[in-house]
């Protein structure tokens, strides 16, 4: 399925160039807006908790193994996102 994926963005880019937005995505560019990210939804009652069980402890390995380029773009993320507070 990845690498279908992979397939798909490499023929979006080279038909219309590396970092440009397919037309059929276009209309929903609002939603994917960086400034959308900055502001927190309002709780709801259908909100809710991860119960963790007493005693456990979580893996010590990677879930996803990351290339380098794509560690690097997380960890950036992860700095400016625990940095604003949003995480």
């Given amino acids: 399925m990845q ?10 880019e080279a038909q219309e160039g590396p970092g440009s937005i397919p037309d059929y995505i276009k209309e929903f ?6 400034e ?9 009652c259908w909100d809710h908790a991860i119960e963790l069980l007493f005693g456990s402890e979580p893996k010590l ?5 990351l290339s380098p ?7 950036a ?3 400016e996102n625990l940095h ?3 995480i």
Avoid: H, N, W
């Fill in 36 to 44: 959308d990210f900055d502001v927190l939804l309002e709780y709801c």
């Fill in 77 to 79: 993320f992860l700095k």
């Fill in 3 to 12: 690498c279908l994926a992979k397939r798909a963005r490499y023929s979006i």
């Fill in 29 to 34: 560019k609002t939603v994917f807006a960086k």
């Fill in 61 to 65: 390995s990677k879930m996803y193994p």
């Fill in 84 to 86: 604003t507070g949003q």
């Fill in 69 to 75: 380029v794509e560690q690097k773009e997380l960890d």
